[in-house]
C-alpha cells in the first residue's frame, strides 16, 4: 500500500473517531453539571421542571408585554416562532419584536405556554439522549445500588429459562421506561437477578418499579356503554366521578361494564389522558398467555403492525373470544389504564396481528405486550448503596493509575530508545483515543476492570514498539540505510506481533463469553485494544517512520544510544 494511501486511512480513523468520541466529550466535559443532573432525572421529573419554568417564563412575559418591555434574551427563541406564525395567519409582522408583539402572535395563553415548555423539554431530552450515546460510568466508579433479586417460587427446568429471560426484559423496560440511568441486569445463577444502577437513586423508589408485578390484560370493548357514559360526562364532568375515581352513578353503564381511563404518550414518552370509554369487566384474555411481541412491516402497504404469539392455551382462549367479537374493539389493558384499541377482523388464535399505528406507537405496543407482566415472583435478596463520594475517589486512582503507567511507559521509550521513542508515544496516544472512541461508539460502560484492560493494552502495544526497534537495531548493525532498517524491521516483526495479539484476542473472546460482569469489561477493552494496538504499531508508527524519511529527509534512525556496525565479511579459506 501505497503511503498515501496509508496516510489517508490514519487521518479518516482519526476523523471517524473523533465523531464516536464527541458525544462523551461534551457530555463529561462541556455540558454544565446542572444540566447533567437535570438529564439524569426521570422523565416525570423532567416533565414538572419544563412546566414549571414554562408557566414562570410565561408570566413574566405577560408583565413585560403590559409595560412595553422587551423579550428577555431566555425567550429569543419565540420571536421566531411569532415570525412564522404571522406567515401562517398570513398578516404582515411588526418591525419590532417586543413582549407585547411576540405575546400578541399566539391565540392563546395555553399556546404560548406549550411552545415555551416544549422548548425546555426539547432541550433536556436531547441531553438525556447524548447521555446515552456518551461512555457509561459503571457502578464502581459512578456509585450507585446493587440489587440481588431471588426467584420467589421453583420452576420447572423447562419453564425456568423463558421465564427468568422475560423476567430480565421486563426489568430492563421498567428501569429504562422510568427514566433512571441506563441500568446492567444480568441472570445470576438459576434463580437470581443481579441489578446494577449507576448513579444516584432512591432505593424505596427502585423496589416498586423492580417488585411491583403489573397487570395486562384484553377486554372486548362495549361501543354503546361508552356513547352513554360520553353524553352522560359531557353533562356532568364534575359529579361523574367521586375521589377515589368511582363512579358515583352506577346505572350509567351495565353491570357488567368498567370506565377506564384511555392513555397515550407524550413527548416525555409518559402516560398522557385522552379520555375515557366503557370495557367488558370480563378479562378477554391474560397478558401471561403472550410470549413474544414484535413491530413488522406489512407486505402489502408497508405500514407497522404489531404481531404477538400465544402460547397454546392462550391461543385457544383468543381464538374464542374473537370468534364470539368480529368487528368489535379490543382494548389493551396495562394496570387498569386503556393503552391501546385494535378492531377485531376475523378469530385468531395464536399469531395476532393489531395495524392502524405509526411506527413509535407499534413499538410501545409491543414493548407494552412483552414487558407488562412479571412471570416470576422477585424478592430482594440483597442491596447494597455505594455513595457517588466513593466514587470520584476510585475514578482518581484509576486515572492516576492510567496516567501514571502511561508516563512510565513513555519515560523508559524516550530514554532507552530516544527519538524512537517518540515515535512510539505517539502511536500509544492514538491508540488510547482508537479505544476510548469505540467505546463511545458502543455506549460501552468505563468500569474498573475496563481501566485495567486500558492499561495492559498500553503495555502489549510497547511491547509491539520494542520488537520492530530490536529487529531496527540488527539492520543497523548490518550497515543499513534508514529506508532500509525501517522496512526490514517492520516485515520481519510483523508476524511475532500478529501470533502475539492473535493469542491474546483468543483469550479475550473466551473471557467475553464466559465470564460476567467486571471480568466481560475487561475483556471487552482488551479485544478493543488488541485491534487498535496492532494498527497503531504497525501502521501508524510505519507511517511516521516513512514520513520522516521522505518528507523531513532524514538519513539515520535513532533507535539506540550506541550500535556498533559490522565491517565487511573477511575471506574465509581463501574463498573470496
Not at 9 to 18: H, N
Not at 277 to 294: F, Y
Request: glycine share 8%.
Amino acid at each position: 500500500m501505497s503511503k498515501r494511501y496509508r496516510f489517508l486511512i490514519v487521518l479518516l480513523t482519526f476523523v471517524v473517531c473523533f465523531v464516536f468520541l464527541w458525544p462523551s466529550i461534551r457530555w463529561h466535559f462541556i455540558v454544565p453539571k446542572e444540566q447533567q443532573t437535570l438529564a439524569l432525572e426521570s422523565r416525570e421529573q423532567i416533565k414538572n421542571y419544563s412546566s414549571g419554568m414554562a408557566r414562570g417564563d410565561l408570566q413574566e412575559l405577560i408583565e413585560l408585554a403590559r409595560t412595553g418591555g422587551a423579550v428577555p434574551e431566555k425567550l429569543g427563541f419565540l420571536i421566531p416562532q411569532a415570525r412564522k406564525l404571522y406567515r401562517e395567519a398570513k398578516q404582515k409582522a411588526p418591525e419590532n419584536w417586543d413582549a407585547r408583539t411576540v405575546l400578541s402572535a399566539f391565540t392563546t395563553r395555553a399556546e404560548a405556554l406549550e411552545v415555551i415548555e416544549s422548548h425546555y423539554g426539547d432541550a433536556i431530552l436531547k441531553l438525556k439522549d447524548l447521555q446515552k450515546r456518551a461512555i457509561q460510568l459503571g457502578l464502581d466508579l459512578s456509585g450507585g445500588l446493587s440489587i440481588v433479586l431471588q426467584v420467589g417460587r421453583t420452576l420447572d427446568s423447562d419453564d425456568s429459562q423463558d421465564a427468568v429471560n422475560r423476567a430480565l426484559e421486563v426489568l430492563n423496560s421498567r428501569i429504562d421506561r422510568f427514566g433512571l440511568t441506563e441500568p446492567v441486569i444480568r441472570r445470576q445463577g438459576s434463580d437470581q437477578i443481579y441489578v446494577e444502577i449507576p448513579g444516584s437513586a432512591d432505593p424505596e423508589r427502585i423496589n416498586d418499579i423492580i417488585m411491583g408485578k403489573g397487570s395486562l390484560a384484553f377486554h372486548i370493548v362495549d361501543l354503546e356503554a361508552a356513547d352513554a357514559f360520553s353524553r352522560y360526562y359531557d353533562s356532568h364532568p364534575t359529579t361523574t366521578f367521586d375521589d377515589a375515581g368511582n363512579l358515583l352513578d352506577s346505572s350509567i353503564v351495565p353491570a357488567d361494564v368498567m370506565i377506564l381511563g384511555v392513555y397515550a404518550k407524550d413527548r416525555y414518552g409518559l402516560d398522557e389522558f385522552r379520555g375515557y370509554t366503557a370495557v367488558k369487566q370480563e378479562v378477554g384474555l391474560d397478558g401471561n398467555h403472550i410470549t413474544n411481541a414484535v413491530v413488522e412491516r406489512s407486505s402489502l402497504d408497508g405500514k407497522p403492525e404489531v404481531t404477538f404469539l400465544l402460547d397454546a392455551e392462550g391461543g385457544d382462549i383468543f381464538y374464542r373470544l374473537t370468534s364470539a367479537n368480529v368487528d368489535k374493539p379490543l382494548a389493551i389493558v396495562l394496570d387498569q389504564r386503556v393503552k391501546s384499541q385494535a378492531t377485531i377482523r376475523t378469530p385468531i388464535r395464536e399469531a395476532v396481528r393489531l395495524t392502524g399505528f405509526g411506527i413509535e406507537e407499534a413499538n410501545n405496543i409491543a414493548l407494552t405486550l412483552r414487558t407488562a407482566a412479571l412471570p416470576v415472583e422477585l424478592s430482594v435478596a440483597n442491596q447494597q448503596s455505594i455513595g457517588a463520594a466513593l466514587g470520584r475517589d476510585t475514578i482518581r486512582q484509576g486515572l492516576f493509575a492510567l496516567v501514571g503507567g502511561l508516563t512510565a511507559v513513555m519515560f523508559f521509550m524516550l530514554i532507552f530508545y530516544k527519538i524512537a521513542g517518540i515515535n512510539a508515544i505517539v502511536a500509544q496516544i492514538f491508540n488510547i483515543y482508537i479505544m476510548l472512541s469505540v467505546l463511545s461508539a458502543f455506549s460501552f460502560t468505563l468500569t474498573l476492570p475496563s481501566i485495567a484492560g486500558f492499561i495492559l493494552t498500553i503495555g502489549m502495544a510497547v511491547d509491539a514498539n520494542v520488537i520492530i526497534f530490536e529487529r531496527m537495531k540488527e539492520e543497523l548493525r548490518l550497515g543499513k540505510g534508514r529506508k532500509a532498517v525501517v522496512d526490514m524491521g517492520f516485515d520481519k516483526a510483523f508476524w511475532a506481533i500478529m501470533d502475539s495479539n492473535i493469542t491474546t484476542f483468543i483469550a479475550a473472546l473466551f473471557l467475553s463469553q464466559l465470564g460476567s460482569g467486571p471480568i466481560q469489561g475487561f475483556a471487552v477493552t482488551l479485544a478493543i485494544g488488541v485491534f487498535s494496538s496492532v494498527f497503531t504499531s504497525l501502521f501508524v508508527s510505519r507511517l511516521i517512520f516513512d514520513f520522516g524519511t521522505d518528507v523531513l529527509g532524514s538519513k539515520n534512525v535513532s533507535v539506540s544510544w550506541k550500535i556498533g556496525r559490522r565491517g565487511p565479511v573477511p575471506a574465509v579459506g581463501g574463498v573470496k
